[in-house]
């Protein structure tokens, strides 16, 4: 899903292997995903979504007040959070520990890449269709 600060700026669904980029839209003074060479596109991501970072996730704080908070974590469900409040960011980052991560904090430039999407739901009679699943290629050094 794109949040609704999103709704003025051309978008496309997130897929399976898409390499995104953290990006503020200029249309919508906003942050969210593009797709790599794409800045004036949002990727939108629905809820569920897996994404692996290239590096530890990063956002801002203190409206460039404070330095930035470094989360030692470079994987995370895409969630919406606060659906019953029209006129504030839904979109958030699940990180592996619970804890939320809202995307328009997220410090401009992270890339990330789609593993999987959530499971479609089952028709009346059927098991629902896992995801596919795409191997990521980064790897977290300890």
């Known amino acids: ?67 930035n908070r470094k989360y030692r974590a470079r994987v995370a469900r895409f969630r919406q959070v606060d659906l019953d409040k029209p006129y504030v960011h839904h979109d958030a980052l699940e990180l592996p520990d619970g804890r939320l991560v809202m995307v328009t904090s997220l410090v401009e430039g992270q890339r990330a890449t789609v593993l999987q999407l959530p499971a479609e739901p089952a028709r009346e009679g059927e098991a629902a269709t896992p995801a596919p699943v795409v191997e990521h290629r980064y790897r977290e050094i300890v």
Do not use: W
Not at 3 to 25: C, I, Q, W
């Open 1 to 67: 899903m794109c949040d609704y600060s999103l709704h003025n700026v051309m978008s496309t669904p997130a897929k399976v292997g898409d390499e995104l980029v953290s990006t503020r839209f200029s249309q919508a003074s906003t942050r969210g995903f593009c797709a790599v060479g794409r800045p004036d596109v949002a990727v939108c991501v629905m809820p569920g979504t897996e994404l692996a970072f290239a590096a530890d996730i990063e956002c801002d704080r203190g409206m460039g007040l404070l330095p």
